[in-house]
């Protein structure tokens, strides 16, 4: 297939493989649906015939946003989440079956990363003031300290057979690094139910794409950088199969003693992460692992991240700071990606 936008632009272009297989275009055009869901925005654009009945649309991509929310929230209420939260000690607490998939795969990336990633971290979130709990600000160490007790993925059992997880008593869960990547999957499950297997599916900046347009060409997105007058080639990267989520401090952090303090912690220390990184791009099949390994890079940093995404054959950018530049850093999976 030819790749015009490649050629004309002089860009950087990340193209998948899977790429020179994709079926012809089949016709139809696009269309575009948009919202706000997660406390942030969302937006889809398909390929189906113009005769598409949005009113069969929308309803299943916002039954999957509303999935996502009324399961995982950290910020309502009645949110499943929440109530496990609110369970009493000791006490086995069964789950819907999506708030299950992404609880056992937070857990496995928990694991993978030795708990640089946390779905348990929610008491320490919240004493940086980052949940809904408070507002923003540093904690005594003391609130730290009791935070980081609480927390330890270690700590939360899964019951697969009974999809059930074990309260042991103040377990905080908090899965908004992983959820909208989660909802971008879900959403992208309920297109494809419908027959509409060309799809661009975003959250809040993480996406997934599937098939072609119209014209053949794949879903192109261009990769953001923290700094937008920074003086480097456009990433333009095919979303074709494909996922791509970014973790940074550029987008949400508070000044405390005229440091950064960002919205990610390290659940070792109980302490916002403070090294020179400013974003982590992953690219996945799924946008759940995208987001999740996206969170638990950043905060594994500018070292231990590159060498861990090397082991585990993840594609991942880093943008790190230094002083007033940024420099990038690429596993090899994503540089292979590179054209
Ligand atoms: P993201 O923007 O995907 O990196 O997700 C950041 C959000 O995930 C924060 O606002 C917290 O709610 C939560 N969070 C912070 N630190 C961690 C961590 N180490 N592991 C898992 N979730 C975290
Ligand atoms: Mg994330």
Redesign the pocket.
């Known amino acids: 297939m030819s790749l015009g936008v490649a050629a004309r632009t002089m860009r950087r272009v990340l193209v998948p493989a899977s790429v020179d297989h994709a079926p012809p275009p089949l016709g139809g055009r696009v269309h575009a649906f948009s919202g706000r869901t997660m406390g942030t925005s969302w937006s889809v654009r398909l390929v189906a015939s113009a005769r598409l009945p949005r009113h069969h649309v929308l309803p299943a991509i916002q039954g999957a946003l509303d999935e996502v929310v009324d399961q995982m929230s ?1 910020w309502e209420a009645g949110a499943d989440l929440r109530r496990f939260n609110r369970a009493a000690p000791a006490t086995w607490q069964a789950l819907p079956d999506s708030f299950f998939e992404v609880l056992a795969c ?1 857990r496995d990336v ?1 694991e993978q990363s030795a708990g ?4 348990t ?1 929610g008491a ?2 919240d004493a940086w003031g ?2 809904p709990a408070a507002p923003r600000g540093a904690p005594d160490d003391a609130v730290v300290l009791r935070a980081l007790a609480q927390a330890g993925w270690r700590r939360l059992e899964l019951d697969t057979a009974r999809r059930a997880a074990h309260q042991p008593g103040g377990l905080a869960l ?5 959820a ?2 989660f909802g971008v999957d879900l959403v992208a499950r309920r297109l494809d139910a419908l027959g509409i297997e060309s799809h661009l599916v975003e959250i809040g900046g993480e996406l997934r794409g599937s098939g072609v347009k119209p014209d053949g060409q794949p879903w192109w997105v261009q990769l953001e950088h923290p700094d937008q007058a920074a003086d480097e080639p456009e990433t333009l990267l095919a979303l074709h199969g494909l996922s791509v ?1 970014t ?2 401090d550029y ?2 952090w508070f000044e405390h003693d005229g440091t950064r303090v960002s ?5 070792r220390d109980g302490l916002p992460i403070r090294h020179g990184l400013a974003s982590v791009t992953v690219l996945h099949p799924q946008c759940m692992l995208a ?1 999740a390994w ?3 890079l ?2 594994l940093g500018p070292v231990d991240g590159p060498a861990l995404a090397n082991r585990l054959g993840l594609a991942a950018r880093f943008i790190v700071r230094d002083g007033l530049h940024f420099e990038e850093r690429r596993s090899a999976a994503f540089e292979k990606l590179l054209h």
């Open positions: 950290t937070a928990a640089a990633f946390d779905p971290a320490l979130v980052f949940g908090d899965l908004s690094a992983i909208k990547g989520a973790s940074g987008r949400r919205h990610t912690i390290d659940p987001d996206s969170t638990a950043n905060v």
